[in-house]
């Protein structure tokens, strides 16, 4: 088995721990205990998943989450001594793949382990096929047909729409200005007073959040932007 796990945890004896549980399934282990390390790691490393701590001293693991979701698309499940629903909602909302409470199961994380890296591998060969499918959660784009898709829902966005969305998810994670927008979409100037974009944002919230007034795909960052 070729696969690697970056274990990234401040406590050094449960970065062990993993490690021997994962060493024993056949996968190699690559430890961090911080997530500034880890970062570096995945510079020189190939990484296939990582199991990434939410509290550490510098940089929490929601932090670096969000910088690795940038870089690198491999399974991210989170590890976290707190239960609350807030900080699972933080987690996964940073681009994470899974949440597990400490003090947790080993076993329970190695079937988890196994899960999150069949369902990447079984993407991965289906992008190598059809390499104009995009997928954000349970947001699919087939660039192709211009079909987009919400938890298998066929959504039906107008031309425009669906190059705004196409646009955000092509540079997930940074963020758009109106007018960056608009000129990429339009082909044209854009000019201040013009609302256009925020309407269609609009209207694309409608139709792919469950709730467009607290939306999970499109992102406004005040005074900036829009980002998914």
Not at 97 to 104: E, G, L
Request: proline share 3%; aromatic share 6%.
């Amino acid at each position: 088995m070729n696969d690697k796990i970056l274990i990234v945890d401040d406590d050094e004896e449960i970065r062990n721990l993993i490690s021997v549980y994962l060493e024993n399934e056949g996968y190699q282990t690559v430890r961090a205990g911080n997530a500034i390390e880890a970062l570096n790691i995945l510079k020189t490393e190939t990484i296939s998943l990582i199991l990434l701590d939410i509290m550490m001293p510098e940089m929490d693991g929601i932090e670096a989450c969000i910088k690795i979701r940038n870089l690198e698309n491999m399974p991210i499940i989170m590890l976290s001594a707190k239960s609350e629903d807030m900080n699972k909602i933080h987690g996964l909302a940073a681009g994470a793949d899974d949440y597990m409470i400490k003090p947790f199961n080993p076993m329970e994380l190695m079937a988890r382990v196994k899960s999150q890296l069949r369902r990447y591998k079984k993407y991965n060969k289906e992008e190598n096929i059809n390499t104009n499918i995009i997928e954000v959660g349970d947001l699919i784009i087939n660039t192709d047909t211009r079909q987009v898709l919400v938890r298998n829902k066929d959504i039906r966005l107008t031309p425009k729409e669906f190059d705004i969305l196409e646009l955000l998810v092509r540079n997930r994670g940074i963020v758009l200005s109106i007018s960056k927008i608009y000129e990429a979409v339009w082909k044209e100037d854009f000019l201040k007073s013009n609302n256009t974009v925020m309407v269609h944002i609009t209207n694309i919230r409608e139709k792919i959040e469950d709730d467009p007034k607290n939306p999970i795909y499109i992102k406004t960052i005040w005074g900036v932007g829009y980002k998914i």
